[in-house]
Protein backbone atom coordinates (compact mmCIF):
# COMPACT_ATOMS: atom_id res chain seq x y z
CA UNK A 1 0.00 0.00 0.00
CA UNK A 2 1.15 3.44 -1.04
CA UNK A 3 1.44 5.64 2.03
CA UNK A 4 1.27 9.00 -0.01
CA UNK A 5 -0.21 8.50 -3.57
CA UNK A 6 -0.50 11.69 -6.05
CA UNK A 7 -2.53 11.97 -9.54
CA UNK A 8 -1.71 12.78 -12.43
CA UNK A 9 1.94 10.90 -12.26
CA UNK A 10 1.94 13.00 -15.66
CA UNK A 11 0.80 16.44 -17.48
CA UNK A 12 1.35 18.33 -20.13
CA UNK A 13 -0.74 21.97 -20.52
CA UNK A 14 -0.79 24.74 -22.56
CA UNK A 15 0.68 28.26 -20.92
CA UNK A 16 -2.38 29.76 -19.20
CA UNK A 17 -4.10 27.26 -18.20
CA UNK A 18 -5.31 26.23 -14.76
CA UNK A 19 -4.64 22.95 -13.48
CA UNK A 20 -4.92 20.79 -10.10
CA UNK A 21 -3.02 17.97 -8.67
CA UNK A 22 -4.26 15.76 -5.98
CA UNK A 23 -2.16 14.11 -3.04
CA UNK A 24 -3.63 11.42 -0.53
CA UNK A 25 -2.13 9.82 2.32
CA UNK A 26 -3.02 6.60 4.16
CA UNK A 27 -0.96 6.84 7.46
CA UNK A 28 -2.66 9.47 9.36
CA UNK A 29 -0.27 11.75 9.93
CA UNK A 30 -1.33 15.10 10.41
CA UNK A 31 1.58 17.10 8.72
CA UNK A 32 1.72 16.94 4.60
CA UNK A 33 3.85 18.97 2.58
CA UNK A 34 4.58 20.48 -1.38
CA UNK A 35 7.77 20.24 -2.46
CA UNK A 36 9.10 21.29 -6.10
CA UNK A 37 11.64 19.62 -7.95
CA UNK A 38 13.11 21.53 -10.62
CA UNK A 39 14.96 20.39 -14.14
CA UNK A 40 18.39 20.08 -11.81
CA UNK A 41 17.06 17.78 -9.48
CA UNK A 42 16.73 20.56 -6.85
CA UNK A 43 14.10 19.70 -4.36
CA UNK A 44 12.62 23.03 -2.37
CA UNK A 45 9.54 22.55 -0.07
CA UNK A 46 6.39 25.18 -1.30
CA UNK A 47 4.13 24.81 1.69
CA UNK A 48 2.52 22.31 4.71
CA UNK A 49 -0.13 21.72 6.09
CA UNK A 50 -0.39 20.77 9.67
CA UNK A 51 -4.20 19.28 10.31
CA UNK A 52 -5.96 21.07 7.62
CA UNK A 53 -4.06 24.76 8.71
CA UNK A 54 -1.09 26.18 6.12
CA UNK A 55 1.61 26.18 8.34
CA UNK A 56 4.78 27.02 5.81
CA UNK A 57 4.29 29.10 2.37
CA UNK A 58 7.76 29.35 0.99
CA UNK A 59 7.94 32.65 -1.41
CA UNK A 60 5.23 30.98 -3.56
CA UNK A 61 3.05 32.60 -6.30
CA UNK A 62 -0.20 33.43 -5.44
CA UNK A 63 -0.73 31.81 -8.57
CA UNK A 64 0.15 28.25 -6.59
CA UNK A 65 -3.11 27.66 -3.85
CA UNK A 66 -3.06 24.19 -2.08
CA UNK A 67 -6.14 23.35 -0.32
CA UNK A 68 -6.88 20.70 2.55
CA UNK A 69 -10.18 19.69 2.68
CA UNK A 70 -9.56 16.78 5.21
CA UNK A 71 -6.66 15.92 7.04
CA UNK A 72 -5.65 12.94 4.40
CA UNK A 73 -5.88 15.12 1.44
CA UNK A 74 -3.74 18.16 -0.06
CA UNK A 75 -4.30 19.41 -3.43
CA UNK A 76 -2.46 21.57 -5.14
CA UNK A 77 -4.05 24.17 -7.79
CA UNK A 78 -1.89 26.39 -9.97
CA UNK A 79 -3.92 29.29 -12.29
CA UNK A 80 -2.34 30.63 -15.16
CA UNK A 81 0.28 28.12 -15.87
CA UNK A 82 3.72 29.79 -16.72
CA UNK A 83 6.68 28.07 -18.71
CA UNK A 84 8.51 27.89 -15.42
CA UNK A 85 5.96 25.91 -13.08
CA UNK A 86 7.51 23.16 -15.61
CA UNK A 87 8.48 20.69 -12.84
CA UNK A 88 7.85 18.23 -10.65
CA UNK A 89 5.81 18.09 -8.09
CA UNK A 90 5.93 15.87 -4.45
CA UNK A 91 3.82 15.78 -1.81
CA UNK A 92 4.90 14.27 1.07
CA UNK A 93 3.77 13.27 4.56
CA UNK A 94 5.75 13.79 7.76
CA UNK A 95 5.60 11.08 11.27
CA UNK A 96 5.74 12.49 14.54
CA UNK A 97 9.12 12.34 14.55
CA UNK A 98 9.74 14.60 11.38
CA UNK A 99 10.72 11.76 9.02
CA UNK A 100 9.33 13.05 5.77
CA UNK A 101 7.91 10.02 2.97
CA UNK A 102 7.58 11.35 -0.37
CA UNK A 103 4.65 10.84 -3.01
CA UNK A 104 5.81 9.19 -6.37
CA UNK A 105 5.53 12.97 -7.89
CA UNK A 106 3.90 14.29 -10.81
CA UNK A 107 5.33 15.55 -13.60
CA UNK A 108 4.24 19.34 -15.25
CA UNK A 109 4.79 20.15 -18.41
CA UNK A 110 4.24 23.60 -19.94
CA UNK A 111 3.89 24.17 -23.55
CA UNK B 1 25.87 30.97 -0.80
CA UNK B 2 23.42 27.74 -0.74
CA UNK B 3 22.60 26.68 2.41
CA UNK B 4 23.28 23.59 1.61
CA UNK B 5 26.30 22.41 -1.15
CA UNK B 6 25.97 19.05 -2.51
CA UNK B 7 28.46 18.34 -5.21
CA UNK B 8 26.09 17.16 -8.28
CA UNK B 9 28.31 14.66 -9.67
CA UNK B 10 28.03 12.59 -11.92
CA UNK B 11 30.16 9.93 -10.39
CA UNK B 12 30.59 6.82 -11.84
CA UNK B 13 32.58 3.76 -9.99
CA UNK B 14 32.67 -0.13 -10.78
CA UNK B 15 30.74 -2.46 -8.28
CA UNK B 16 32.25 -3.32 -5.66
CA UNK B 17 33.67 0.11 -4.78
CA UNK B 18 33.24 2.32 -1.65
CA UNK B 19 31.57 5.54 -2.39
CA UNK B 20 31.52 8.20 -1.07
CA UNK B 21 28.91 11.37 -1.29
CA UNK B 22 29.61 14.45 0.88
CA UNK B 23 27.50 18.02 1.67
CA UNK B 24 28.37 21.20 3.44
CA UNK B 25 26.23 23.72 5.15
CA UNK B 26 26.55 26.51 6.54
CA UNK B 27 23.21 27.03 9.01
CA UNK B 28 24.34 26.15 12.28
CA UNK B 29 20.82 25.47 13.30
CA UNK B 30 20.60 22.38 11.33
CA UNK B 31 20.39 19.42 13.73
CA UNK B 32 19.00 16.83 12.43
CA UNK B 33 20.22 15.20 8.60
CA UNK B 34 19.18 12.97 6.36
CA UNK B 35 20.13 10.86 3.08
CA UNK B 36 17.53 9.90 0.33
CA UNK B 37 17.98 7.86 -2.65
CA UNK B 38 15.64 8.74 -6.12
CA UNK B 39 15.62 6.21 -8.32
CA UNK B 40 15.16 7.89 -12.11
CA UNK B 41 10.75 8.88 -12.22
CA UNK B 42 10.18 8.18 -8.39
CA UNK B 43 10.07 10.07 -5.47
CA UNK B 44 12.77 10.44 -2.80
CA UNK B 45 13.22 7.41 -0.03
CA UNK B 46 14.37 7.78 2.78
CA UNK B 47 17.84 6.12 3.55
CA UNK B 48 19.74 7.53 6.68
CA UNK B 49 18.68 9.64 9.49
CA UNK B 50 20.46 10.75 12.10
CA UNK B 51 21.13 14.05 14.62
CA UNK B 52 24.55 13.58 16.39
CA UNK B 53 28.09 13.69 15.48
CA UNK B 54 29.62 10.78 14.44
CA UNK B 55 28.79 7.46 12.76
CA UNK B 56 25.56 5.94 12.29
CA UNK B 57 25.41 2.41 10.45
CA UNK B 58 22.60 0.47 8.52
CA UNK B 59 23.92 -2.58 6.29
CA UNK B 60 25.85 -1.07 3.62
CA UNK B 61 25.46 2.26 4.53
CA UNK B 62 26.95 4.65 6.81
CA UNK B 63 25.93 8.19 7.75
CA UNK B 64 28.43 10.29 9.10
CA UNK B 65 27.93 13.70 10.61
CA UNK B 66 30.77 16.13 11.48
CA UNK B 67 28.69 19.18 13.09
CA UNK B 68 32.54 21.51 14.18
CA UNK B 69 32.70 21.12 10.09
CA UNK B 70 29.37 21.22 9.16
CA UNK B 71 29.93 18.29 6.65
CA UNK B 72 28.26 14.99 6.13
CA UNK B 73 28.46 12.15 4.62
CA UNK B 74 27.55 9.01 3.43
CA UNK B 75 29.14 6.15 2.57
CA UNK B 76 28.36 2.68 0.51
CA UNK B 77 30.70 -0.59 1.11
CA UNK B 78 30.16 -2.73 -1.60
CA UNK B 79 28.71 -0.82 -4.13
CA UNK B 80 25.96 -2.90 -6.38
CA UNK B 81 24.03 -1.50 -9.71
CA UNK B 82 20.83 -1.43 -7.56
CA UNK B 83 22.58 1.45 -6.01
CA UNK B 84 22.65 3.79 -9.35
CA UNK B 85 20.30 6.94 -8.77
CA UNK B 86 20.70 10.02 -7.01
CA UNK B 87 21.39 10.89 -3.87
CA UNK B 88 20.09 13.85 -1.77
CA UNK B 89 21.15 15.37 1.32
CA UNK B 90 18.49 16.95 3.54
CA UNK B 91 18.77 18.74 6.87
CA UNK B 92 16.59 20.25 9.16
CA UNK B 93 16.74 22.50 12.66
CA UNK B 94 14.64 20.35 14.52
CA UNK B 95 12.41 17.44 14.36
CA UNK B 96 8.94 18.86 14.92
CA UNK B 97 6.26 18.58 13.00
CA UNK B 98 6.03 20.86 10.14
CA UNK B 99 9.73 21.24 10.00
CA UNK B 100 10.69 21.88 6.38
CA UNK B 101 13.96 20.12 4.93
CA UNK B 102 16.88 21.62 2.90
CA UNK B 103 18.20 19.58 0.61
CA UNK B 104 21.23 19.77 -1.00
CA UNK B 105 20.76 19.66 -4.94
CA UNK B 106 21.90 15.94 -5.02
CA UNK B 107 24.90 13.56 -6.59
CA UNK B 108 24.34 11.14 -9.57
CA UNK B 109 25.87 7.80 -9.04
CA UNK B 110 26.37 5.28 -11.85
CA UNK B 111 27.60 1.90 -10.32
CA UNK B 112 29.21 0.27 -12.94
CA UNK B 113 28.65 -3.60 -13.11
Known amino acids: DTAVSQTPKYLVTQMGNDKSIKCEQNLGHDTMYWYKQDSKKFLKIMFSYNNKELIINETVPNRFSPKSPDKAHLNLHINSLELGDSAVYFC??????????FGEGSWLTVV | QKEVEQDPGPLSVPEGAIVSLNCTYS??????FMWYRQYSRKGPELLMYTYSSGNKEDGRFTAQVDKSSKYISLFIRDSQPSDSATYLCAMSASNFGNEKLTFGTGTRLTIIP
Open chain 2, 27 to 32: NSAFQY
Open chain 1, 92 to 101: AISDPGNTIY
